[in-house]
Each structure stands twice: as C-alpha cells, then as structure tokens.
Antibody, heavy 118, light 107 residues
Framework: QVQLLQSGAEVKKPGASVKVSCKASGYTFTGYHMHWVRQAPGQGLEWMGWINPNSGGTDYAQKFQGRVTMTRDTSISTAYMELSSLKSDDTAVYYC???????????WGQGTLVTVSS | DIQMTQSPSALSASIGDRVTITCQASQDISKYLNWYQQKPGKAPKLLIYDAFNLETGVPSRFSGSGSGTDFTFTITSLQPEDIATYYCQHYDDLPLTFGGGTKVEIK
C-alpha cells in the first residue's frame, strides 16, 4: 500500500531554514508527482508546489518562489521540501501528497509541524 | 490564479440530516474539482474526484456534482463520524488552490 512517511517536528528561529523529508513506499516513486501543502494553525490548506521525481522538475506557487526548494533522492524514494528565510507566519503543518496522474491527491503524509519562534 | 469560494464556512446539522456545501470557481474548470475531508490533527482524505467520482472505500452517502464554475458536495444522511472540515480543490491549472473549508458540526 502507498505510504508517505515524513520527518519529525522542527523548531526554528526566524531567518533560518528547514528541510522536511517525505519517504515514499508501496509504489514506483518516479511515476507520480509529489506535492507539498501546508496548513497554518486553525487555517485552510495552501499548495506550495510540486516536484516530478523522475525528472527533478519543479513548479512552485508564486508566493514561495525564491524561498522554497523541492528536491528528491530517487535512490531512497524520498522527496524533500526546504523553506528558507523563515518567518513566524511560516509556522504550520507541512504535508507531502502524491498525486494521481496530475489530478487528485489521494495519498498524504502524516504532516510535519514546523514552529518558527525566537 | 483560480480562486475557489466555498460556502458556508461552517454549519451545524443533526444526525441524519442532509448537508450541502457549495464551491464556486473564479473561472471555468470543467470537471477538475476534488473534495477532501479533514479531521482534527489528521491529513486530508480524498472523498470525491473529478467532481462526482467517489474514491474507493468512501461511503455512498457522500456525493458530488457540478461542472464549469459551480459545484456541490452532499452528505445525504449525516453521521457522527462525518464531523470534520471539508475542502474543495481544483486541478484545472497550476497553482492548485483549495476552498476555504467548511466545518461541519453536530447540532
């Protein structure tokens, strides 16, 4: 069965960077795009971007352009999302989610809480 | 970017009630609309894809309809386990965007 296992919670200071990992299993890692979606406390869902694990190609939401980098390591079926220049309003749960051939997001990681605080 | 306007933002209904949530896109998105359920502390769960297709294993009391700019999500008979927040999401183009969510509570 498809599983996405994310790295643990992080606490960072303003201005720092955070890198969240998402280890995939149960399917061919290079066959499907991996998306990153975040959710601030008590707020809705916000799409950050995606990576094509086969080519390494990415597409980021304009809001995060210049601050986010999505990468992957196909040898260990793991996707990464790095967010730099952290601010307090980056405090959120960050999810990876595998798509279904560029349509829905049927598979989600468990989420990683990133807290930005001085 | 395509904006998704979801309403209401919250509702309270009794067990067994019919619950309806609407989602309006800022432009024609054909059938490229999904619905998710999210319970507190959990990741979203896909319920409906392509506007009206029920994801495998999802109870048949959930349904979706619509195309173009106007979409509807329905729970025909609300159950206690349906207490959650529901989101619509389009995939017509990038960036993907979600509606603001509808929190469903028991009256």
């Amino acid at each position: 069965q498809v599983q996405l296992l994310q790295s643990g919670a992080e606490v960072k200071k303003p201005g720092a960077s955070v890198k969240v990992s998402c280890k995939a299993s149960g399917y061919t890692f290079t066959g499907y795009h991996m998306h990153w979606v975040r959710q601030a406390p008590g707020q809705g869902l916000e799409w950050m971007g995606w990576i094509n694990p086969n080519s390494g190609g990415t597409d980021y939401a304009q809001k995060f352009q210049g601050r986010v980098t999505m990468t992957r390591d196909t040898s260990i079926s793991t996707a990464y999302m790095e967010l730099s220049s952290l601010k307090s309003d980056d405090t959120a749960v960050y999810y990876c989610a595998r798509d279904l051939l560029n349509t829905a997001l049927p598979y989600w990681g468990q989420g990683t809480l990133v807290t930005v605080s001085s | 970017d395509i904006q998704m306007t979801q309403s209401p933002s919250a509702l309270s209904a009794s067990i067994g009630d019919r619950v309806t949530i609407t989602c309006q896109a800022s432009q024609d998105i054909s059938k490229y609309l999904n619905w998710y359920q999210q319970k507190p502390g959990k990741a979203p769960k896909l319920l409906i894809y392509d506007a009206f297709n029920l994801e495998t294993g999802v109870p048949s009391r959930f349904s979706g309809s619509g195309s173009g700019t106007d979409f509807t999500f329905t729970i025909t008979s609300l159950q206690p386990e349906d207490i959650a927040t529901y989101y619509c999401q389009h995939y017509d183009d990038l960036p993907l965007t979600f509606g603001g969510g509808t929190k469903v509570e028991i009256k």
